[in-house]
């Protein structure tokens, strides 16, 4: 059974720092890349970074210099570093675990989200 679980959230105020992070099972973890999302109410889900299994990242333009993910596979755990966090960094992050081959997604697991809830 797959698992794919965050911790980490909670509320901050601006300018503070977060570590966000995602435990998966069930999964090989080194063939997956792994990716954080955030939501808002009324918003679609939205990239924040992702981490292929070579390591290579990406990151929205939000994140940019702020944030940082990194994993460590032989824990099976991905985290992201969040620092000098802003009211607008507030939301839903959702972990992902998504295996690609080719340009074919074969597997594509969710976690159930940690709130981020940071204050002015």
């Known amino acids: 059974q797959v698992q794919v679980v965050e911790s980490g959230g909670g509320l901050v105020q601006t300018g503070e720092s977060l570590r966000l992070s995602c435990a998966a099972s069930g999964i090989i973890f080194r063939s997956f890349s792994m990716g954080w999302y955030r939501q808002v109410p009324g918003s679609q889900r939205q990239l924040v970074a992702r981490?292929?299994?070579?390591?290579?990242?990406d990151y929205a333009d939000s994140g940019k210099g702020r944030f940082t993910i990194y994993r460590d596979n032989a824990k099976n755990t991905v985290y992201l570093q969040m620092n000098s966090l802003k009211p607008e960094d507030t939301a839903v992050y959702y972990c992902?675990?998504?295996?690609?081959?080719?340009?074919?997604?074969?597997?594509?697991?969710w976690g159930q989200g940690t709130q981020v809830t940071v204050s002015s």
């Open positions: 992902n675990a998504r295996r690609v081959t080719g340009s074919l997604v074969d597997y594509d697991y």
């Open positions: 981490i292929t299994s070579a390591g290579s990242t």
